[in-house]
């Protein structure tokens, strides 16, 4: 989720795409099928390899406690596992990097990272006074992330809203 600036690289979410698929429909949209929605247009643009969904812990404690309407009774749909962290066969990952309402979802083999120096850590004492034994210690590493022009695609950063207005039936 990085801005792009001097001191934060730029992340997935400044490159990734809305959600466009406009042929998924359903009435009373839940998170889960937003997420199984744009499982959907991924694979429809031929990104299959490594799916992984970001979602914000406050969505999944929603997710996890949908109900249904009338009864009261807790609801999986049938595209989930029992306990609603892999949908349509995606892994739903909690991420507190994303926004509570909003969904990151994408074909990570097609997101790169190159080490261009590893990790490196130097400890000093801090000015030449020994009284106070500030000691100072600096760790850093520099690396390269991208993604091909071609794999522009194989992310989705969206809101649930603006995916659950999209696949409501009319």
């Not at 730029?10 to 744009?38: M, N, Q």
Request: net charge negative; no cysteine.
């Amino acid at each position: 989720t990085g801005t792009a600036s001097s001191t934060s690289p730029a992340g997935i979410t400044t490159i990734a795409s809305a959600f466009t698929l406009t042929t998924v429909e359903t009435t009373k949209p839940t998170h889960a099928d937003a997420i199984r929605a744009t499982i959907a247009q991924l694979k429809s643009l031929n990104f299959t390899q490594n799916i992984m969904a970001f979602i914000n812990p406050i969505d999944a404690a929603n997710m996890d406690l949908a109900k249904a309407d009338n009864s009261g009774v807790y609801m999986l749909p049938p595209f989930t596992t029992a306990d609603g962290r892999v949908i349509a066969g995606v892994p739903v990952i909690e991420d507190n990097n994303i926004a509570v309402g909003n969904l990151l979802i994408g074909d990570m083999s097609k997101y790169r990272i190159l080490m261009y120096q590893d990790f490196f850590v130097a400890w000093g004492w801090e000015n030449d006074d020994f009284r106070k034994n500030l000691v100072t210690v600096i760790g850093e590493m520099r690396f390269h992330q991208f993604v091909s022009s071609n794999h522009t695609g194989a992310f989705i950063y969206d809101s649930f809203a603006d995916i659950k207005t999209a696949i409501t039936a009319a």
